[in-house]
Structure formats: structure tokens, C-alpha cells
């Protein structure tokens, strides 16, 4: 296995981050392991089946903001379906906080494409792992070592340079860490 085979397989590792946050906090929550179940099948097949629709290309290039603009309105749709599903399931209040975290952060990433690229990797990751920080799953020294391990991926992909990794990781940790602390 050479070097961008190993960190192929460690980006397309988000997804199961998301799930795992998710799986943290449904599970110490008093929602019936039922209702869990279709919410995670839900929103799971939801954010898979517009990953592939909307995400085609490995990376972006140069000309295909048109391309990334779709891809982040998928991705906001999701997310946006997975806050008003959490909302009639009356899902715990940090359920909810991670899912509108994620939601105005892709929002921003969104609005920023036309003008530069920032790391939809990074918007995720420190979003999950303020989260899974915030419920205590993780300390702040392991939440960087994944959030570096996770830019060292995105960077030798040659997806994004140190400055939009930067940029994606720096947005998601002021827009999580202010919605779950309420300041």
C-alpha cells in the first residue's frame, strides 16, 4: 500500500466519524433504540446517496465551482433533513446542535466556493470532534492528533492546501463550540 492509498482510506473514514458521534449521543439518550435505528438508516442513506450524486470528482479543480456548488447544496439538504427529522423525534438538544453546526457550516462553505475553497473534510471532523470533546468521548490532545491525521490525508490527496484545511477547521470549531456552549 503506498502513501495516497493510506490516506484515501483515512479521508473516507467522515462518514464514519459522523455515525459514531451520532451513535455516542443517541445512545446515552433516552430516545427508544428504535427510533435510533431509522434515524441513523435515514440519515445515513440520505448523506450517502447524495455524497455520490453530488461529489463525482475525487477533488476539485479549477473550473468546477459550478460542480462543488451542487455538492454543498446537497450536503446542506441533508443536513437540513436530518435537523427537522431530530426536531419531530424530539431528539436530545446536542443531536440537534451538531446537526445545525454542521448545517451553517457547510452553509458558509458554501458561500465561500465562488470565491476560494475550503475544506469540507475539516468543516466535518472538528465539528465531530468538538462534539464528541464537548460530551467528554475524546480529549483535546486526541482531538487534534485526528484532526491532524485528518489533514495530513486531505493534504497528500493534494485536495486542499494547508490554508483551506485550516480555514474548513477553524469555521467549524468557532460555529460547533459556540452553538454547544450556548455563548
Known sequence: MDI??????????????????????????????FIYFIMWLLFGLFYEFARKIAFKSKSPVIGEVFNREVGWIWVIGIFLVGFILLNIVNAPKIAIQYTLAMLICFFVAMVVVPFWTISGHALGIVATLVTLWYLGVISPLVAIIIYVIFGWSRLTLGAHTPAQYLAGGLVSFIVTYLLLTGI
Not at 12 to 27: E, H, K, P, R, S
Open 4 to 33: 495516497k492509498e493510506l490516506a484515501k482510506i483515512i479521508s473516507d473514514q467522515n462518514a464514519v466519524l459522523f455515525a459514531f458521534t451520532y451513535g455516542v449521543i443517541f445512545i446515552h439518550s433516552k430516545l427508544s433504540t
